[in-house]
């Protein structure tokens, strides 16, 4: 089956990857809005990596903006792959788990994989149905813990960009091992005190997509050209680094969770209680993010964020030395509504992006395409980082939510979508209410407010006080049209919250 579905595989011969200088945000936006396929997702220099199909070059010439072409033909890559993965692909169970990842899996043998790891360690290992893809496709997490219920969660998922597929072979690898290495002395104690749900294809459509047809596609496949996942999220639903044009790679789609896959997310997200981090796993570039992305400002609760996303970045170099720098999430340039900075400025959950391998700066081809050599490497890094985040965030409560709400306001004309008010600004569908705030549109767009960390209840009184001031918990399902009034509500709420919010990593 796999080789017939690879037959009709695409590669796309004649696409180049190109730098592209972008001195400014707003060169930025505009190579975005081109409609080119920007591979760059969080800018360390003045530049964007894109990939130029055939009859592009006459856009990309018209901005003006100089540029260099790194690989004339990606053809080439995507075809050793392909025919690689057409071949006999060992995918082996007992006694040798790590055979399974030996190359890429496709995504019925993603999902079989979590299924076979329920069925045989019923006792630490179950399925969550988090709901269907737009496609009508499972979405299954899988918990793994021996704790009792109400025990702290860390979140781990993958997928969201379907192109990335370390992440995703990563991700299904970390499961594994928490499963079968349950009862080893450095992993036990971690089981024994918190949970952890491993969602390793966040966008199986897109994913199923990039395996049949084409190999570098990045978003959902929301007609007409799919909607990036990762801008669908409601702080700051619809700001700079998010773009209004369906076919921009950064499309945000119509609405903060206006898709099902996204939607998933939240559910789960918020079900899982208490929550005490997400780690939003994505390549490429060797990068630890912390919140926020949507502004170059720190966040409320920065120094709990950045010195967690040290010792994320110590456990993901310690097996090979490889550097994955700890930077907020902006970068550069602002990327707004993705998950990471809901799951913080919402849910108030510690929250990172991962960037595995490679660096955005080694010579291709690379970049999405990895050899399968890779994925056993990134998977000891990808476990060891969990792990040590996990250690260090075992006794702590989660950071708090926090908006910086005042700093959006102040950045929000530059780059990015301006869009007008027509956005909708309802809570999707099957919403609980607890998501809090949902603005959207106008440009102005929300921030969000704090929701408890569900996990405060034993912390300390100064937190916990702060945090149920504006609960998004008590039912409000907040949702605003009204930019500035709900800025200026805002900016007071977090003017009165802002010192006793930061709390320090013990
Ligand atoms: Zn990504």
Same mark, same amino acid.
């Given at each position: 089956?796999?080789?017939?579905?690879?037959?009709?595989?695409?590669?796309?011969?004649?696409?180049?990857?190109?730098?592209?200088?972008?001195?400014?945000?707003?060169?930025?936006?505009?190579?975005?809005?081109?409609?080119?396929?920007?591979?760059?997702?969080?800018?360390?220099?003045?530049?964007?990596?894109?990939?130029?199909?055939?009859?592009?070059?006459?856009?990309?010439?018209?901005?003006?903006?100089?540029?260099?072409?790194?690989?004339?033909?990606?053809?080439?890559?995507?075809?050793?792959?392909?025919?690689?993965?057409?071949?006999?692909?060992?995918?082996?169970?007992?006694?040798?788990?790590?055979?399974?990842?030996?190359?890429?899996?496709?995504?019925?043998?993603?999902?079989?994989?979590?299924?076979?790891?329920?069925?045989?360690?019923?006792?630490?290992?179950?399925?969550?149905?988090?709901?269907?893809?737009?496609?009508?496709?499972?979405?299954?997490?899988?918990?793994?813990?021996?704790?009792?219920?109400?025990?702290?969660?860390?979140?781990?998922?993958?997928?969201?960009?379907?192109?990335?597929?370390?992440?995703?072979?990563?991700?299904?690898?970390?499961?594994?091992?928490?499963?079968?290495?349950?009862?080893?002395?450095?992993?036990?104690?971690?089981?024994?005190?918190?949970?952890?749900?491993?969602?390793?294809?966040?966008?199986?459509?897109?994913?199923?997509?990039?395996?049949?047809?084409?190999?570098?596609?990045?978003?959902?496949?929301?007609?007409?050209?799919?909607?990036?996942?990762?801008?669908?999220?409601?702080?700051?639903? &619809?700001?700079?680094? =998010? @773009?209004? /044009?369906? #076919?921009?790679?950064? %499309?945000?789609?119509?609405? +903060?969770? *206006?898709?099902?896959?996204?939607?998933?997310?939240?559910?789960?997200?918020?079900?899982?209680?208490?929550?005490?981090?997400?780690?939003?796993?994505?390549?490429?570039?060797?990068?630890?993010?912390?919140?926020?992305?949507?502004?170059?400002?720190?966040?409320?609760?920065?120094?709990?964020?950045?010195?967690?996303?040290?010792?994320?970045?110590?456990?993901?170099?310690?097996?090979?030395?490889?550097?994955?720098?700890?930077?907020?999430?902006? &970068?550069?340039?602002? =990327? @707004?509504? /993705?998950? #990471?900075?809901?799951? %913080?400025?919402?849910?108030? +959950?510690? *929250?990172?992006?991962?960037?595995?391998?490679?660096?955005?700066?080694?010579?291709?081809?690379?970049?999405?395409?990895?050899?399968?050599?890779?994925?056993?490497?990134?998977?000891?890094?990808?476990?060891?980082?969990?792990?040590?985040?996990?250690?260090?965030?075992?006794?702590?409560?989660?950071?708090?939510?926090?908006?910086?709400?005042?700093?959006?306001?102040?950045?929000?004309?530059?780059?990015?979508?301006?869009?007008?008010?027509?956005?909708?600004?309802?809570?999707?569908?099957?919403?609980?209410?607890?998501?809090?705030?949902?603005?959207?549109? +106008?440009?102005?767009?929300?921030?969000?407010?704090?929701?408890?960390?569900?996990?405060?209840?034993?912390?300390?009184?100064?937190?916990?006080?702060?945090?149920?001031?504006?609960?998004?918990?008590?039912?409000?399902?907040?949702?605003?049209?009204?930019?500035?009034?709900?800025?200026?509500?805002?900016?007071?709420?977090?003017?009165?919250?802002?010192?006793?919010?930061?709390?320090?990593?013990?």
């Amino acid at each position: 089956m796999l080789a017939s579905l690879l037959l009709f595989a695409a590669a796309p011969h004649g696409d180049a990857l190109v730098r592209v200088q972008t001195p400014t945000a707003s060169d930025a936006a505009t190579v975005h809005e081109l409609g080119l396929d920007v591979w760059t997702e969080v800018p360390q220099g003045p530049w964007l990596d894109v990939r130029v199909k055939q009859g592009q070059w006459a856009q990309l010439d018209v901005t003006g903006l100089d540029y260099e072409v790194r690989v004339p033909d990606l053809g080439p890559q995507v075809e050793a792959e392909r025919l690689r993965l057409a071949g006999p692909v060992a995918h082996g169970g007992e006694p040798d788990p790590d055979a399974f990842f030996g190359d890429f899996a496709d995504l019925a043998q993603i999902h079989a994989r979590i299924d076979e790891l329920a069925a045989l360690h019923p006792d630490i290992a179950t399925v969550i149905e988090t709901g269907e893809s737009l496609e009508g496709r499972r979405l299954p997490a899988l918990r793994v813990t021996r704790a009792p219920e109400g025990s702290p969660t860390i979140l781990l998922d993958a997928g969201q960009h379907a192109r990335e597929w370390i992440g995703i072979s990563s991700a299904t690898c970390v499961a594994d091992r928490l499963v079968r290495r349950a009862d080893e002395p450095e992993v036990a104690p971690l089981l024994a005190a918190m949970q952890f749900v491993i969602f390793p294809v966040v966008n199986p459509d897109g994913y199923v997509h990039s395996w049949e047809v084409d190999r570098l596609w990045r978003k959902n496949r929301r007609p007409p050209d799919g909607v990036d996942l990762n801008r669908n999220f409601p702080v700051v639903f &619809g700001g700079p680094g =998010a @773009s209004d /044009n369906p #076919m921009a790679g950064n %499309y945000h789609g119509e609405a +903060a969770f *206006s898709e099902p896959e996204s939607a998933a997310v939240r559910d789960l997200a918020e079900d899982l209680d208490p929550l005490l981090a997400v780690v939003d796993v994505h390549s490429y570039g060797q990068l630890v993010l912390y919140p926020w992305g949507f502004t170059l400002d720190p966040a409320p609760a920065d120094d709990a964020l950045s010195t967690a996303a040290q010792t994320l970045s110590q456990g993901l170099g310690a097996a090979y030395g490889t550097p994955y720098e700890p930077i907020p999430g902006a &970068g550069l340039y602002p =990327a @707004s509504g /993705n998950l #990471m900075d809901w799951a %913080y400025g919402d849910l108030g +959950a510690y *929250s990172y992006v991962l960037e595995m391998r490679p660096a955005s700066d080694v010579e291709f081809p690379l970049g999405f395409v990895l050899p399968p050599e890779d994925i056993i490497p990134v998977c000891d890094e990808l476990y060891d980082g969990l792990l040590a985040l996990s250690e260090q965030l075992a006794d702590t409560d989660p950071p708090g939510a926090g908006d910086d709400g005042g700093a959006w306001e102040s950045t929000s004309s530059s780059g990015g979508s301006t869009e007008t008010g027509q956005t909708t600004i309802e809570p999707p569908q099957g919403t609980s209410s607890s998501g809090g705030i949902e603005g959207t549109g +106008a440009g102005t767009t929300s921030g969000s407010t704090t929701a408890a960390p569900r996990g405060s209840e034993g912390s300390s009184t100064e937190a916990q006080g702060a945090d149920s001031e504006t609960s998004a918990d008590s039912g409000c399902g907040c949702t605003s049209s009204a930019g500035g009034t709900y800025w200026a509500l805002l900016g007071l709420l977090l003017f009165a919250r802002r010192t006793p919010r930061r709390r320090a990593v013990a």
